[in-house]
């Protein structure tokens, strides 16, 4: 492992991209980073730029109006990138299903690495998905295997 | 001196969702703005006439997750009126309850989400520690955390076990105490009022005119409180103050909320004590005709849904107009004449949730070319709607 991977696992920075789901998953993602679950004990911080971030936290349903930002967002960060999809939404469009201006799932505009369901999923739950990419990026992409 | 464009959004760390303002700047002064809304469009009101009100109900929960109850109850009143239903008073009570409660953590959220905004991370800590508790006797209430679906047409779906009622009455004045610090340090820490204390002056008689509603138009002294001028569930039964506040600045605004917070625990506890005793539900038909409207005092203001149902198991129209919608055209006038670096708080002080405010936008209007684009409904209908 060379000097950058194994800084990269220690302190994953994210991005959090809000787009348009209900707020239910961007308060849990918040929530994540405060006293009661904080992430930050294990180096994991939120960062306002893009071209600071490791990671990319989506949650919410994607609309066809928020796509194209999201895509360039996600040109904007540095490789090696990774994406998370928190939330139902995020993961196939939820109770949105059906309307015609929402994709259903992330991963028809730009490639997920770890999906997140629940609606909201709890601080636990997102923990746990940041968890196993650190699990993946250390087993060179491999599904968390060790 | 020229005028510069600022752009802010879609994405951009003080907007904690997707939405562009475009600001015109000379030097550091605001002169004008151009908020551009509908990032957040997800075309509800129209999903809404596929479903019935079992699954309308998931559907309207999911138009906000900050004020789901809100948004649970308003629909659930309006089908109720349509559908000619009356919930018994025992659920009335715990809807309060719910209701409440969604309220608490909401304040909490958003004056926790303005001390990061000015820089003041250990305040924002603090609040959302606090809120934790809250969350949590929600969840033990209600069976999940956010978005519960605990308000259902005809009543509410649990009871409330007397262990969780001794539970409530014990931690909520331990939290009453926590908050009369933080009323405290908001009130007299230079850190928060340099930057609150006369920004974003408007005065109450320009927001009347411009339709604002909620926290937001009681900072300036006018007493609008749906629970208070129009009373819904029990609030007839329930003793309350009405907060106003009349500097109407950013600083009033914070503090309306923080003294809602107070207020609120004490209607939590009195419902509690009050609690009638029967059933939490009644049945509702499953075809409605009829008409119904429900008006609800969210968090954020008056939030009003209307629905109208033809005999059949779906609504044949359903409207909603939410509360932040009301008060952009008042946020707007705020930021004008002041410096850049309070447009954060200015835009925190109104509590903005764009899920809420972008349902149906219909026109599509070109900011930058001034270009205005309307659509009839038979032209979405073709385009988008295939069903
Ligand atoms: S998954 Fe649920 S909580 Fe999350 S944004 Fe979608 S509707 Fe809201």
Redesign the interface.
């Known amino acids: 492992m060379g000097i950058v991977q194994w800084a990269r696992i220690k302190s994953p920075w994210i991005l959090h991209?809000?787009?348009?789901?209900?707020?239910?998953?961007?308060?849990?993602v918040?929530?994540a980073l405060?006293?009661?679950y904080d992430v930050e004990r294990f180096g994991i911080l939120l960062k306002?730029s893009?071209r600071h971030a490791d990671i990319l936290i989506v949650t919410g349903?994607v609309?066809k109006?928020?796509a194209k930002?999201l895509k360039r967002?996600y040109e904007q960060m540095p490789e090696p990138k990774f994406v998370i999809a928190v939330g139902t939404c995020a993961v196939n469009g939820?109770?949105?299903q059906?309307?015609?201006?929402?994709y259903e799932g992330v991963d028809r505009v730009i490639p997920v690495d770890v999906y997140i369901p629940g609606?909201?999923p709890?601080p636990e739950a997102i923990i746990h998905g940041i968890v196993t990419l650190i699990k993946k990026i250390k087993g060179g992409g491999n599904g968390g295997k060790k | 001196m020229s005028t510069i464009s600022l752009i802010i959004g879609p994405q951009h760390p003080a907007l904690h969702e997707a939405e562009r303002f475009l600001f015109k700047v000379e030097g550091e002064t605001v002169i004008d703005v151009i908020p551009r809304i509908g990032y957040m469009h997800r075309g509800i009101e129209k999903l809404m006439e596929t479903k019935t009100f079992v699954e309308g109900l998931y559907l309207a929960e999911r138009i906000c997750g900050i004020c789901n109850v809100a948004h649970t109850l308003c629909f659930a009143e309006a089908v109720e009126q349509a559908a000619d239903v009356e919930v018994p008073p025992r659920a009335k009570y715990l809807r309060v309850i719910a209701h409440e409660f969604n309220r608490l953590h909401s304040h909490l959220l958003l004056l926790g989400v303005a001390a990061e905004l000015m820089g003041f991370e250990t305040l924002f800590m603090l609040f959302w520690r606090d809120r934790e508790l809250v969350m949590s006797l929600f969840e033990e209430l209600t069976g999940n955390r956010v978005i519960s679906a605990y308000v259902r047409v005809g009543g509410v779906t649990r009871d409330i076990s007397p262990t969780l009622a001794d539970k409530i009455k014990d931690k909520l004045p331990k939290l009453y105490k926590r908050i009369e610090r933080y009323k405290k340090v908001l009130s007299e820490d230079p850190t928060f009022t340099t930057r609150t204390i006369d920004v974003g002056y408007i005065s109450g008689s320009k927001l009347l005119a411009l339709g604002a509603v909620g926290p937001t138009i009681r900072g300036s002294g006018v007493k609008i409180d749906l629970r208070y001028t129009d009373p819904y569930e029990v609030y007839d039964e329930i003793p309350f103050n009405v907060i106003t506040y009349k500097e109407g600045d950013s600083w009033a605004r914070y503090m309306v909320r923080i003294d809602e917070c107070l207020e609120l625990i004490n209607i939590v506890l009195y419902a509690l004590d009050h609690l009638p005793q029967g059933p939490i539900c009644t049945k509702v038909p499953r075809t409605i005709e009829g008409e119904g409207e429900g008006r609800v005092e969210a968090p954020r203001g008056e939030l009003l849904h209307h629905t109208i149902w033809r005999g059949g198991v779906t609504p044949w129209r359903h409207r909603v107009r939410t509360p932040t919608y009301a008060n952009i055209p008042g946020v707007c006038e705020m930021f004008k004449g002041y410096h850049v670096a309070d447009i954060p708080i200015i835009l925190g002080s109104i509590d903005p949730c764009f899920a809420c405010t972008d349902r149906t936008t219909v026109m599509l209007l070109d900011v930058e070319s001034g270009t205005k684009k309307t659509m009839t409904i038979g032209e979405i209908k073709k385009k988008y709607w295939r069903r």
């Open positions: 991209f809000p787009s348009p789901g209900c707020n239910g998953c961007d308060i849990e918040l929530a405060t006293p009661r306002p893009p349903a609309s109006q928020v930002r967002i939820n109770v949105f059906g309307s015609p201006f929402v609606c909201p709890r």
